[in-house]
Nanobody, 119 residues
């Protein structure tokens, strides 16, 4: 198993920046992909950005050019740098990790961190 702990959320004005972090522990060497999802008020949980073990990165179109995902393998930490924030970015941001176990992908989630963008 893997444990994920997010930090760095908060309140920011429109156009501002924020960086959130996710520290992974446990079977971190088995993580095949890691990243961020978000869930806005009354909405479903959607992908924001992911990075796989080969370094390939995927972003949802709405954050391309504004958000940057990165990872520090030595610290087992993944970051999401968010710039030019908009009110529609307001959501709980969840760290996600995928581990393949016995030929089946398993998803792990952090507890979430609130990001609020004021207009």
């Amino acid at each position: 198993q893997v444990q994920l702990v997010e930090s760095g959320g908060g309140l920011v004005q429109t156009g501002g920046s924020l960086r959130i972090s996710c520290a992974a522990s446990g079977r971190t060497s088995s993580i095949s992909a890691i990243g961020w999802y978000r869930q806005g008020p009354g909405k479903q949980r959607d992908l924001v950005a992911t990075i796989n073990s080969g370094g390939s990165i995927n972003y949802v179109d709405s954050v391309k050019g504004r958000f940057t995902i990165s990872r520090d393998n030595a610290k087992n930490t993944v970051y999401l740098q968010m710039n030019s924030l908009k009110p529609e970015d307001t959501a709980v941001y969840y760290c996600w990790a995928e581990i393949w176990e016995f030929g089946v992908p398993n998803n792990y989630w952090g507890q979430g961190t609130q990001v609020t963008v004021s207009s």
